[in-house]
């Protein structure tokens, strides 16, 4: 009789073992779940009070932005001696595919930090697509290129309209001079800007990357500076993809690139040259419809690079014939 008793109530805890485990296990689940909501309601309320922030001191900011439900970051570098009464001109820099926006801003790089202090403008370095929480390896849907941001159709040029919106709730920018340039993939995705938002950029300068656009048309004319090395070797100057690209594009060429946008702004040709110097020059397609002018700068070497500027990776050393720092920045401020 004792021997049954036991049985019976061994059955009797296995049967609420039965009952109870999955009810724990739901709640587990459910807190686990309950925590992630929390997690992610704290990361977008805090991308959503950036906008309540103005800034009135130069230095160097970092802020998420929710668009699309993708939290995304951007760095802001204000420039020594700003004074909120005083507009600024605003100038979007975009990294290479695979970089990130910290090596953008990394000023042993390509010296953008100086230049905004030394010009005074407001330096902005938005962060490409990555599946990494790091941010790290990320890319820009340019068009044809690049990575996971084109093969995922991430709404680039839309998360950048909403980091100029972002920066101009923060400081007095000047809305007639807002700029964009870029790296390869960056330089690539300013002219995807200089397509979709001409109302917004009034000049766009790319180093190393060509215009990949699969359609343009833009609502007035934007000015172009393009910079490339003749012997580059991941995006060609002659067009297609180098033996050192990993995007695998058929990049378009930099002669039909300029070709391009000289249709576009109604450019006279042929050019002018208005630089000559040992290993590169520059020359001018103008004037264009409403002030607006392209000009392509060529070195004869430094591979796939910021000419001027320290390579990120390895490869032959970029030319230092010319700076396209101090280029970008003159082609930007001139009338």
Known sequence: MKKHRIVSCLTCLLIAAAILLPTLGDARETSLRQKLKERRSARQ?????NRESPID?????TFDLLHNGLTRQYRLHVPAGYRPDKPLAMVLSLHGGGGNMSVQADDSYYGLISKSDSAGFA????????RLRSGKLA???????????????????GFLRAVVKDVQSKLNIDPGRIFASGMSNGGMMSYRLAC????????????????????????????????????????LFNGGSGSASASHADFVSVPDTVAKWVKLNACNIPPTRVLEVAGAYCEVYSPCREQAKVELCVTETGGHSWPGGRKVRGGEPGSTAISATDLMWDFFAAP
């Open 45 to 49: 309320s805090a991308a959503a009070d």
């Open 123 to 130: 330096a902005v370095f938005p962060n490409g697509y990555s």
């Open 139 to 157: 890319t820009w849907n340019a068009g044809i290129c690049c990575g996971a941001a084109r093969d995922r159709g991430v709404d680039d040029v």
């Open 196 to 235: 979709e938002m001409a109302d917004t950029f009034k000049a766009i300068a790319a180093v190393a990357g060509t215009d990949g656009t699969r359609a343009c048309t833009p609502s007035r004319p934007v000015s172009v500076l393009h910079i490339h090395a003749r012997n580059d070797d991941r995006v």
């Open 57 to 61: 001191q130069a230095g160097d900011y």
